[in-house]
């Protein structure tokens, strides 16, 4: 089916702290995942992405890591600021679709204590 | 370059009425996909457009439709508006057949309660 769901609704750190947030998929035939970071009052960002071909990618201080044994996808974020505060969601893609169409998890708040 | 326009803000609609919400994609974006965003729910996919035409649709009723310009300016209507429509709309455009990182950009949104 499709579902991509999180593992914590919330997760407190504190500055400088490296903060991972975790990600569970269903289809096994996704080929195409995204982190988005969605701050109050806008629409979701666009932070990183992988293919289901990688394991790991990095970015400027985010790295995604993928594990398709256990359709699992975290977010690593080095040194979180206060500025990182938002909700995170990891999103699903199937190129068959062209990309338009994306599943949703439910979202992880992060919140950055100074 | 200006980034895709949704309009209106926020709306107050009443149960059984019905709503049309706006979307302009950036300059030169063909496609446009809508998502119905609840806490409950989260991000849940309505439909795409792509010259003109619905080329993906997701699991919702009838009452939600859409439609597209020959400008790639989007529109989608919601018809006897019931509370659970209540929710944040956004759109996001994209370059056609892109991934999301070249150009799969999310407006602001709708924000619109059902009273």
């Known amino acids: 089916g499709e579902s991509v769901g999180l593992h914590l609704p919330t997760l407190s750190v504190q500055e400088g702290d490296n903060s991972i947030i975790n990600c569970a998929y269903s289809n096994s035939a996704s080929d195409y995942f995204i982190w988005y970071k969605q701050e109050s009052g806008k629409g979701p960002q666009f932070i990183i992405d992988?293919?289901?071909?990688?394991d790991k990618r990095q970015g400027q201080r985010v790295t995604v890591l993928l594990n398709k044994t256990v359709k699992h996808l975290s977010l690593q974020i080095a040194a979180t600021q206060p500025g990182d505060s938002a909700v995170y969601f990891c999103a699903e893609s199937r190129q068959r679709t062209g990309f338009q169409k994306l599943v949703f998890g439910t979202g992880t708040r992060l919140l950055v204590s100074p | 370059k200006a980034g895709v326009t949704q309009t209106p803000r926020y709306l107050i609609k009443t149960r059984g009425q019905q709503v049309t919400l706006s979307c302009s994609p950036i300059s030169g974006h063909r496609s446009v996909s809508w998502y119905q965003q609840t806490p409950g729910q989260g991000l849940q996919f309505l439909f795409e457009?792509?010259?003109?035409?619905?080329?993906n649709k997701g699991n919702f009723p009838g009452r939600f439709s859409g439609r597209q310009f020959s400008n790639s300016r989007s529109e989608m209507n919601v018809s006897t508006l019931e509370l659970g429509d209540s929710a944040l709309y956004l759109c996001?455009?994209?370059?056609?057949?892109?991934?999301?990182?070249?150009?799969?950009?999310f407006g602001s949104g709708t924000r619109l309660t059902v009273v």
């Open positions: 457009y792509f010259s003109e035409t619905q080329r």
């Open positions: 992988i293919r289901s071909n990688m």
């Open positions: 996001a455009s994209s370059l056609v057949g892109r991934r999301p990182e070249n150009g799969y950009t």
